[in-house]
């Protein structure tokens, strides 16, 4: 997920500190053994070829991305390095400051009341409120991966994502950027000035926004589950291939990635209360505005910058390169 998303997440999450056929199982086990099977790439990997923005004299390098990314690889980022090394900018992914102005006594206090929040209310579980073959479907797969002992009780999303990241980690897969902290070091390492895009979002009414979360329509997250069910189910192969074209520098695969509908779609489910959506949306606007202003600063000021931003971002049609375009630079895509 890009850091829109898991700023989506935290804010929903963080908030929280019937029996098949032999036939049918058998067929089951064997799609999970061709699954398990796809090869995931390890050990040292180039990574992407980078964007360029021309401004005359001046360039910005761009580095795109991308999450599930293989696990047990090590990226080998010669290239990187070189550019850092000759730049006067790093430009951050953007990242966001949650104003709660709570202390952390405040935070003890909300506890209890925050892990209500990721329950299903009336103490009922996931086969309460799921249809039964979406509920069959995963405890499927429930069985397949490790889980919390209280998964069942869990709001769907909640426990979707969950079981999700799971099925990652046992598909050679992470979520971690492990991107990101490599750039910083290099930057620390060489004294290069690295600029942080922020979005602060102020929370005035922690204690609301829980209670909104509570009462929000529970239906509308079986949408996102039944996604999450799925591509656990048959959609991990695709992870991998995705996983694969970042590290080896497979730019056509890349291209494969847009927009993810189920993220969109869980994210929508899980912001759905009022206040959150608000704050959600807000985000994103803000997001895009100061990335574009960090860019199109270092094109104006600095003969070499760097900047490191979701791939998937970078395809996008309204996305800061498209934009950067309409203004009148100069884009060349890797090859």
């Not at 889980?147 to 099925?167: C, Q, V």
């Not at 994210?267 to 206040?275: M, N, Q, R, S």
Request: overall charge negative; charged content about 25%.
């Amino acid at each position: 997920m890009n850091r829109t998303s898991v700023v989506a997440l935290s804010l929903a999450l963080g908030l929280l500190a019937p029996s098949l056929d032999v036939p049918a199982q058998e067929a089951q086990d064997a799609q999970d053994k061709q699954v398990l099977e796809e090869v995931v790439v390890s050990g040292e990997q180039p990574g992407p070829g980078l964007w360029q923005v021309t401004n005359g004299a001046n360039t910005l390098w761009v580095l795109g991305t991308h999450s599930p990314l293989p696990r047990d690889m090590k990226w080998q980022a010669r290239e990187v390095e070189s550019i850092i090394a000759r730049s006067a900018l790093v430009i951050a992914p953007p990242d966001v400051e949650v104003d709660a102005d709570i202390g952390f006594f405040g935070a003890l206090r909300l506890m209890p009341a925050a892990l209500r929040a990721r329950a299903i209310p009336d103490d009922k579980t996931l086969s309460d409120v799921l249809p039964p073959d979406l509920h069959a479907r995963w405890t499927t797969l429930k069985n397949r991966y490790p889980s919390p002992r209280k998964i069942e009780r869990w709001r769907p999303a909640i426990a979707g994502f969950t079981l999700y990241g799971e099925a990652l980690d046992a598909s050679r897969l992470t979520a971690n950027d492990v991107v990101w902290p490599t750039v910083e070091k290099m930057a620390k390492r060489g004294d290069v000035k690295i600029r942080r895009p922020n979005v602060k979002l102020e929370i005035k009414d922690v204690k609301g926004l829980i209670k909104d979360f509570t009462e929000t329509d529970i239906s509308g997250e079986i949408g996102c589950f039944e996604g999450l069910v799925t591509r656990m189910e048959s959609d991990l192969p695709r992870l991998k291939a995705q996983a694969n074209a970042w590290a080896t520098g497979d730019i056509a695969g890349l291209r494969d990635i847009k927009s993810d509908e189920l993220q969109a779609r869980c994210i929508e489910a899980l912001t759905g209360a009022p206040k959150l959506a608000a704050m959600i949306e807000e985000a994103r606007r803000k997001f895009r505005l100061e990335v574009l202003l960090a860019w199109e600063g270092a094109l104006q000021r600095d003969a070499n910058a760097l900047a490191v931003l979701p791939v998937d971002e970078l395809f996008s049609d309204s996305g800061p390169l498209q934009e950067l375009r309409r203004r009148g630079y100069v884009v060349i895509e890797p090859r």
